[in-house]
């Protein structure tokens, strides 16, 4: 199996900030349909893409969670010189601002910079200070009357970077989330026959607290849950052995737990047994800090549910340069369907 590189750069290119995640839902909706035995577009805009079992109709039900939102901006204000002014979806280093390009969906895109006060006239104290996203400001090199005609305080504004092949990687902006995204797709095309019936989700609002996985659990009542998302691959110079999280090229990553979830100890054990089993190269997750969809399907249906996670090793999180590696990538894909093939023939009541 090889990565569609021209798919996985379509979906990570387009916009979808959280709450404005209209442009990558239609692609996912288009692309999903034909696979489809129903597709369900909730009120707050999660896809819920069913897929009967043909082995365990109606038996139990399977739900795996891929969150279509990336990080972004919403504008705030729009001073006398035209500059824009903007408040963070999602979190951000501030330091990563620096020099990029963005876009602002209004009623039509307009890129612009980020800006700060140059390092010039700064103070030796100002020099020295970690930058705050106050500190930025975006610059459409418009005067205010031609940047009113286009853009409205509340419009949303992501951030600009094409997808590349780098070695054996890809890198872009959004490969966190829309590497899972993808494979989840990949999923739906390769998938043979789920164990149970399929509710593949692509939810909304993810880097703002897990929102669209919440409400979307919530209504599914899973048996199962499996969530997908990226996780940190801190395996670069300076770093020790403790702090890497996971590695590129080590294969997919099984979730122990992240600061939101512990998942089930039986999701795990038989996470690990079925890659094994199928020759899948993974490596152990224990995220310590930050959260994913898991602790949405985990807990939020009626009676809860056996949750884990299939995590994606990427570096330089939430900024535009992330990269997984395309190995990873297809192992999540073979594991995840591995998984949801063989859901059935594991002694869940031990």
């Not at 442009?23 to 996912?28: E, T």
């Not at 872009?172 to 993808?182: F, P, Q």
């Not at 100890?265 to 152990?284: G, H, L, S």
């Not at 992330?322 to 297809?330: G, L, P, R, S």
Request: overall charge negative.
């Amino acid at each position: 199996m090889n990565v569609d590189v021209a798919l996985l750069k379509q979906i990570c290119e387009i916009a979808g900030a959280p709450g404005f995640e209209k442009r990558v839902r239609d692609l996912v909706v288009e692309i999903v349909s034909p696979m489809a035995d129903e597709v369900i577009l909730d009120n707050l805009g999660n896809v819920i893409v069913v897929k009967k079992s043909k082995k365990n109709p109606d038996a139990k039900k399977v739900m795996v969670a891929a969150h279509m939102d990336e990080i972004g901006f919403i504008v705030t204000h729009i001073d006398d010189n035209g500059f824009v002014r903007f408040h963070t979806l999602g979190g951000f280093d501030p330091k990563t601002l620096t020099a990029q390009r963005v876009i602002i969906h209004g009623k039509k895109d307009l890129v612009g910079v980020m800006g700060s006060k140059p390092i010039h006239v700064m103070s030796p104290e100002e020099r020295t200070k970690l930058p705050k996203t106050t500190d930025f400001f975006i610059d459409l090199g418009m005067k205010k009357e031609e940047v009113e005609k286009f853009i409205s305080v509340g419009d949303a504004i992501t951030r600009d970077r094409e997808l590349i092949e780098m070695g054996d990687c890809v890198n872009c902006k959004s490969i966190d989330n829309r590497v899972a995204v993808y494979i989840l797709i990949e999923t739906l095309k390769t998938i043979k026959d789920p164990a149970y019936d399929l509710y593949a989700t692509f939810t909304v609002q993810e880097e703002v607290g897990l929102r669209g996985a919440n409400v979307a659990a919530h209504s599914i009542n899973p048996d199962f849950g499996i969530a997908l998302d990226t996780t940190i691959a801190f395996d670069v110079p300076g770093a020790q052995a403790h702090e890497k999280v996971t590695e590129l090229g080590k294969g997919t990553a099984i979730k122990i737990m992240d600061a939101m979830t512990i998942c089930d100890y039986r999701m795990v054990d038989f996470m690990k047994k079925t890659a094994d089993q199928n020759q899948i190269k993974w490596q152990p997750e224990i995220l310590t800090a930050g959260g994913t969809d898991t602790a949405g399907v985990q807990r939020m249906g009626k009676q809860g549910a056996i949750a884990g996670a299939i995590s994606i090793p990427t570096r330089h999180l939430h900024q535009v340069i992330e990269m997984a590696h395309k190995e990873d990538i297809v192992n999540s894909i073979l594991l995840l369907n591995a998984c949801l093939e063989n859901l059935d023939q594991y002694d869940w009541k031990h």
